[in-house]
């Protein structure tokens, strides 16, 4: 019998695999039904789902390998990361799903909650007043109007999986919706900043580097905290606070 591996838990949901099978187990039914339909309408390789039994969604595992993780050494040629580009581009310019994701917050209530969070991190002294105060003056060029654009919400490396040079599937689609696009770029070059142009090539448009470098600062002062408070470390090599320190 195949041994069940746990991928991710926490207190909103978790992920187990067991041998080709993903388990995929979310409290918030709606939230698993949003991401079977979306993942239909992505024009890119997603995973086949094989059934759904609330609250429990399997799905098949996806042939290949991740790019790599954060936090951890980068794998692939620079082809294969200019594929990744150009699949997020080809996902990008698609008709837009229905709602709005998790790249879609309003710039109004991300800059209130960006402020909230940055004044608890420095006075519960989970980061250095600098860090944050820097951090936070970067990520203010994220903070502008946008296209909406069809958008995954959690584009990390390791949602991606190549062969070779082609991109062979894309996991993890419960946060997708509508968005604005260099969300995903960002998170998808988090921490892995010596492959942005390789993206940037396959992705074939004129990015805007201070943006870029602001979904990084942003979206890394937003998960600090809750990383701790779940039992991740962003502290660890190459991590979140690596990536705030990097913008000094």
């Known amino acids: 019998m195949d041994e069940v591996e746990v991928v991710v838990a926490h207190s909103e949901r978790a992920t187990l695999r067991v041998g080709d099978v993903f388990l995929k187990v979310d409290a918030d039914q709606a939230r698993i ?49 200019a594929a ?36 608890l991190l420095v006075t519960k002294g989970v980061l250095p007043a600098d860090l944050v105060t820097r951090n936070r003056q970067v ?55 010596e492959h942005l142009d390789d993206v940037i090539a396959g992705y074939g448009a004129d990015i805007d580097l201070d943006v870029i470098h602001a979904w990084w600062s942003l979206r890394s002062l937003l998960a600090v905290r809750w990383l701790i408070e779940h039992g991740f470390d962003p502290y660890a090599p190459g991590c979140e606070v690596d990536v705030l320190r990097s913008r000094m």
Not at 58 to 69: C, D, F, K, S
Not at 85 to 111: D, M, N, Y
């Open 84 to 119: 990744a580009g150009a699949a997020i581009r080809k996902l990008h310019e698609a008709p837009l799903p229905p709602l709005p994701g998790r790249a879609g917050r309003s710039v109004v209530a991300l800059a209130a909650e960006l402020d909230d969070e940055c004044e």
């Open 139 to 193: 990520a203010e060029a994220a903070l502008r109007p946008w296209t909406p654009a069809f958008t995954h919400g959690d584009l990390q490396i390791a949602h991606v999986f190549v062969d070779g040079d082609e991109v062979t599937g894309i996991i993890d689609w419960s946060e997708a919706g509508q968005g604005d696009a260099l969300y995903d770029l960002a998170t998808f070059t988090l921490g892995h900043e």
């Open 33 to 81: 039904d949003a991401e079977v339909e979306v993942m239909a309408l992505a024009p890119v390789p997603t995973p086949e789902v094989l059934w759904r039994k609330p609250p429990v969604l399997a799905i098949a595992a996806v042939p290949g390998t991740t790019l790599g993780r954060l936090g951890g050494p980068s794998t692939g040629s620079p082809a294969a990361w």
